[in-house]
């Protein structure tokens, strides 16, 4: 397994292009330095009334494949 951690902060009004077809995936810097590609319905458990703000790890598999995405 691959892990990953960085922060995000979109605003409620700029999450709101996901709903309207604008954003497919979100690109991230890990604190690595690493740049990902994240599916933007993968952040929906973590959307507020405020947008989502916070720390983040992803975990990946041996073959690339999203297993795990939580907010610390």
């Not at 009004?13 to 996901?18: A, I, R, S, T």
């Amino acid at each position: 397994m691959i892990k990953y951690r960085f922060s995000l902060n979109i605003s409620a009004d700029d999450w709101q292009v996901f709903y309207q077809g604008g954003i497919r995936s979100i690109i991230v810097r890990a604190f690595n330095g690493l740049k990902l590609s994240i599916p933007a319905r993968n952040f929906i458990p973590y959307v507020g009334f405020t947008g989502i703000q916070g720390t983040f790890e992803i975990t990946f598999n041996e073959q690339r494949k999203i297993v795990r995405l939580q907010k610390l």
